[in-house]
């Protein structure tokens, strides 16, 4: 269940305040707690670079859908797409427009070569976690 919630009556500018102080939280939450410290989540144990990519990723793909919902366009960096793929979808292609590709991996849209996603999960496991499970 979510625990914060945007006053309609607010309009957009309501909306984006919600989401930039939900970033401040993440980003103090993650500055505060120590690297080696893990902690519960849907997907399994993460670590604080894994919450701070899970929440990178959810403020652009929401973002993106709030744009499209009020008809603007918008995309954010590359290179910090290009930071959360690899992070949390290491199976992700590696080249193309990163954006795309992060869209993609969230099965928000097509992406040529590459069947739709109807599915998805991010793996948010500490990387040492991944690479030792990938290993053998």
Known sequence: ??????DRAAGPAGLLATVEASGALLASMVRTTRPGVRS????GISDPEGFAAMGVVET???TH????GL???WAPPGALCDRVLARLFPDAPTGGDRWAVLL???GRAELPG???RTAWRWDGRPLEDQ???SAG
């Open 131 to 133: 690479t030792a499970s």
């Open 60 to 62: 652009l793909v929401h």
């Open 104 to 106: 993609w991996a969230t």
């Open 71 to 73: 008809g603007l366009e």
């Open 65 to 68: 859908d709030l744009a499209e």
């Open 40 to 43: 519960y989540h849907g997907y």
């Open 1 to 6: 269940h979510n625990a914060v919630f945007a």
């Open 114 to 116: 590459h069947p739709r």
